[in-house]
T-cell receptor
Framework: SQQGEEDPQALSIQEGENATMNCSYKTSINNLQWYRQNSGRGLVHLILIRSNEREKHSGRLRVTLDTSKKSSSLLITASRAADTASYFCATDIGDYKLSFGAGTTVTVRA | DAGVIQSPRHEVTEMGQEVTLRCKPISGHDYLFWYRQTMMRGLELLIY????????DSGMPEDRFSAKMPNASFSTLKIQPSEPRDSAVYFC???????????FGPGTRLLVL
């Protein structure tokens, strides 16, 4: 079963707006990662946040982690058409494996 | 580095045929993962290797599936015999350390008729 669950399943926004998606997980983690997948392509790593970190930035991306609530959020600011993709959170589930959620599909309208 | 390389990119085959998917990980990465992605089940880990040794194959669905890594730069995932329910996109990924950043290949889109 999947450890992480993204919310919402789908998101449609206007270019220039911000997009926020959330990930909830069940068991304690060492780190949480976010990946992007463009249609027909492989997953691309965006950002990794460790369990002792609360917030991390990378360009227009901001990730937060609340271990007490077992949740994380990914914020994309000033969205562009190129941000149209599916976004997945991944958590380590022990035995050196990652578990990926079902993803949030983001559509950025021009 | 060219990244993780997978071949073929697309495969169409008939039920009962043998299918072999290939992967070349990023040089220096000790961990290699095979995933399967479907609409129904999302992204599933099938098997992973550390230093060419299979560590966990608990995600391999059936005995029809097998994976090998004869050396640090090559791995195969074989399905024999293939069935229509094996239709999916199969990804190979590699990483320097477990549970850290994984680098995915472009995937092989498999259709079993």
């Amino acid at each position: 079963s999947q450890q992480g669950e993204e919310d919402p399943q789908a998101l449609s926004i206007q270019e220039g707006e911000n997009a926020t998606m959330n990930c909830s997980y069940k068991t304690s983690i060492n780190n949480l990662q976010w990946y992007r997948q463009n249609s027909g392509r492989g997953l691309v790593h965006l950002i990794l946040i460790r369990s002792n970190e609360r917030e991390k930035h990378s360009g227009r991306l901001r990730v937060t982690l609340d271990t007490s609530k077992k949740s994380s959020s990914l914020l994309i600011t000033a969205s562009r058409a190129a941000d149209t993709a599916s976004y997945f959170c991944a958590t380590d589930i022990g035995d050196y494996k990652l578990s990926f959620g079902a993803g949030t599909t983001v559509t950025v309208r021009a | 580095d060219a990244g993780v390389i997978q071949s073929p990119r697309h495969e169409v085959t008939e039920m009962g045929q043998e299918v072999t998917l290939r992967c070349k990980p990023i040089s220096g990465h000790d961990y290699l993962f095979w995933y399967r992605q479907t609409m129904m089940r999302g992204l599933e880990l099938l098997i992973y290797f550390n230093n060419n040794v299979p560590i966990d194959d608990s995600g391999m669905p059936e005995d029809r599936f097998s994976a090998k890594m004869p050396n640090a730069s090559f791995s195969t995932l074989k399905i024999q015999p293939s069935e229509p329910r094996d239709s999916a996109v199969y990804f190979c990924a590699s990483s320097l350390r477990p549970q850290e950043t994984q680098y995915f290949g472009p995937g092989t889109r498999l259709l079993v008729l």
